[in-house]
């Protein structure tokens, strides 16, 4: 019979951070998931309630499943413009260059729905050739029909935050969760323990009041939500908010105490692309349509629409309060209309004209992104 320590082992060589092994069953924490949609807190994401059966007992996806091998790996890496000082840990937020787009981190490299599968499967692979015993595996990262953080707290790989990300108490939060469920029976590693305490920290720092409560995010206000899942147009009332984020939002990451001094990794797969951890707004609105698909091409940023990227960089220049902006809104595609037809598309155009507004009425008058 193979080893959980062989196991974990092979799965480090492979570039796993972290393994660890859950049972395969319907834990208490997998319920939760009904409760949460029925508060409404999916709004577009019509896709969990599809799935929210099979998303209760990962044996709905492998009946044959026993065990579930649960992987934890680090996609933070280190930035120019950072300080590498735990007292300084939060200040990128201040330091980007004025004018700036923020991208979430673990947007930066590749594609990692993709990395990690192909690391997976060698997993399993080596497993099959390691073992004496046939057995059926299911491979899930982050797109498929598994709770990753329910599995991984029970894997022994940290515990579930009051954001809802799951922190290891030795690398923080900064992780990719993915996993193998298998027909194996194998013994199971002891369940994470909440360390969160008293800390408030995350709840407080959300600029548009996301985490309604400790542990329980409203995805409908959540920054990443609005600029990544939402098909339409943003709400008015929610477009200040996101600041100068033009995907994904890693606030409620960067202020954690647990983040303070985090360990960064040297994997090439995540290294930071072309794009890094902030693009000029401007420059980018003016590019055309099959440049902005090659901007996002072959990194995660592909979960997103070329539409949508436009919709958020509207709103990223909006919120700049820049005279400058209005020109720039003006001249999408470099100036060429048939290069950027999604600037002509209504949901688009809507947000040009709120940004436009924007400049008009506080131009001059600086707010600082949140």
Known sequence: MISVAGI?????????????????????????LKEWLARG?????????????????????LPSARSVIVTGTIYYTNDADRS?????????????PAGSARIARYALGEDYHHVLTQRLEALVAWMREASNTTFESFIFVDKHHVQERVFARHAGLGW??????????????????????????LPADVAGVDQCGACTQCIDACPTGAIVDAYEVDATQCISYL???????????????????VFGCDICQE??????APLATLDPAWQPRARGLAVDAAELWQRSDFELHQFVAGSAMTRTTVSRLRRNLA?????????????????????????????????????VEWAKEEVRSLSGRQRPCR
């Open 8 to 32: 974990k082992a092979h799965a480090r060589s492979l570039g796993f951070d972290l393994c660890g092994v859950a049972p395969a069953a319907a834990l208490p924490e997998l319920t939760r």
């Open 41 to 61: 807190y999916a709004g577009e994401m019509e896709y969990l309630e599809r799935s929210a059966d099979a998303r209760a007992d990962i044996r709905h996806v």
């Open 84 to 96: 590498d000082s735990p007292e300084d840990a939060v200040s990128l937020r201040e330091t980007l």
């Open 160 to 185: 579930i935050g009051k954001n809802t990300c799951l922190i290891n108490p030795d690398l923080g939060s900064w992780l990719f969760l993915a996993g193998v469920a298998v027909s194996l029976d």
């Open 227 to 245: 600029t990544i899942e939402l098909d339409g147009s943003i709400p008015p009332d929610q477009r200040a908010s996101i600041g100068d984020h």
């Open 255 to 260: 202020v954690c105490p647990w983040n303070l």
């Open 315 to 351: 709103v990223v220049l909006g919120n700049m309060h820049d005279s400058s902006v209005a020109g720039v809104l003006d001249r999408p595609g470099h100036g060429i209309p048939a290069a950027a037809r999604t600037a002509e598309m209504p949901v688009v155009k809507d947000h």
